[in-house]
């Protein structure tokens, strides 16, 4: 027998009341009984999205809801600005590119957070430019892009800003509405503690007026009988019903601990696994880490595949290895979505057996001793 713990940037772990909640059985969409539970969930959604406007629900992984996005705000031909600066920015670009629609990418080091002013300037270089296509967590990297800074830049303009939150949303502060971002995505699988099958799209009034005139090909993800729907509390296609009675009871507990205290948890948790990689003598890849997932840089002379496949294979832990081109040379640990204090002496504990087994020189205990000291105050 292992026990197995998850501390994965996706999928991430799921609390049992979820899972249990979505046991039960099918029942048919279009009835007043399901239009109740989708009713919770758009009015759920919208607490945990910090916004007042619609939170459209799509049956796909998180980047279906990226896809809708790019089909839904533009035409070919629009120009647009794409911020890049791991994996996930480097996908917006890709999906542009496969509608046709033109971008200025404004490349960031890997590790590095945006810099807004760099923003501004490509948007005047831009003319015309119909939006702003941003990452809030870059999770290949660790770092927590500057969303708010971003929407002040955009705020002045007829460009809409689309945010890639899929792996913050739920575990860091995202004020969609206070801040004013147009367009916020994301999957069920990272934060809100559910399952994969599931993602998420708000859409702001200057979004929605984008989206009555792009001529992108859509159907599935078109928001426009989505959201002719979504006012009836129904759905233009067949929902994926027991993930939405998952989704009903992962929303209940994250408001039952209570938004700002669900980002004080996040934040705590990140802190103890900081303290604990610096500790060990780790440094971190990323210069504005994110409290949700935290990457660290593979030590000199130690095989970052073997590190992760050993904490798997032979320690049951779940965390990530690198992307890209930083694939070996960092790893990651996830603190999001249904991960408390134990979590974190638990794989710091598995980090430190495989770095020893691994040979890598360090004080055996200290980080976990970081951690506790860190979680205890
Ligand atoms: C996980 C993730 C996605 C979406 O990936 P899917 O596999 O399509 O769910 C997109 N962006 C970021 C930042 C992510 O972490």
Redesign the pocket.
């Known amino acids: 027998m292992k026990k197995r713990y998850i501390l994965s940037?996706?999928p991430t772990s799921v609390p049992s009341e979820v899972l249990l909640a979505q046991a039960a059985p099918v029942m048919h969409h279009r009835t007043p009984q399901f239009a109740e539970i989708a009713k919770e969930c758009f009015e759920g959604l919208k607490k945990v999205f910090l916004t007042e406007s619609p939170v459209l629900i799509f049956a796909?992984?998180?980047?279906?809801a990226?896809e809708s996005a790019v089909v839904n705000l533009l035409s070919p031909g629009d120009k647009t600005i794409v911020i890049r600066s791991g994996k996930?920015g480097e996908?917006w670009g890709e999906l542009c590119e496969a509608y046709g629609v033109g971008f200025t990418p404004i490349d960031v080091e890997w590790g590095k957070a945006v810099k807004p002013a760099d923003v501004a300037a490509a948007l005047k270089k831009t003319p015309g430019a119909k939006a702003v296509f941003a990452?809030?967590?870059?999770?290949s990297t660790g770092v927590l892009h500057p969303v708010k800074e971003l929407a002040a830049v955009t705020a002045g303009t007829d460009a809409v800003l689309v945010v890639?939150?899929?792996?913050s949303l739920g575990g860091v502060p995202l004020r969609t509405d206070e801040w004013g971002v147009d367009v916020v995505v994301t999957?069920s699988?990272?934060a809100i503690m559910l399952p994969?099958g599931l993602?998420f799209a708000s859409i702001s009034e200057k979004a929605k007026k984008l989206s009555e005139s792009a001529k992108c090909p859509r159907y599935y993800f078109d928001w426009r009988p989505a959201l002719k729907s979504y006012a009836k509390n129904d759905f233009a296609w067949t929902p994926a019903v027991n993930m939405m009675f998952g989704l009903r009871e992962s929303l209940k507990m994250l408001l039952e601990e209570g938004m700002e205290n669900v980002f004080a948890r996040h934040a705590r948790l990140a802190t103890a696994v900081r303290a604990a990689v610096a500790a060990l003598g780790l440094e971190l890849f990323a210069e504005a880490p994110a409290d949700v997932v935290t990457a660290v840089k593979v030590p000199e002379g130690i095989d970052g595949g073997a590190l992760v496949k050993k904490l798997r294979d032979e320690q049951g832990i779940t965390i990530a290895g690198g992307q890209g081109h930083v694939k070996g040379k960092i790893f990651r640990i996830a603190t999001m979505g249904f991960a408390d204090t134990y979590d974190v002496p638990v794989v710091i504990a598995g980090l430190e057996v495989v770095l020893s087994q691994l040979g890598y020189s360090f004080k055996v205990g200290s980080g976990v001793g970081a951690a506790v000291k860190t979680l205890a105050k």
């Open positions: 940037p996706g796909s992984s998180g980047t279906g990226m996930f996908r990452t809030h967590c870059e999770t890639d939150a899929v792996s999957g699988q990272k994969p993602a």
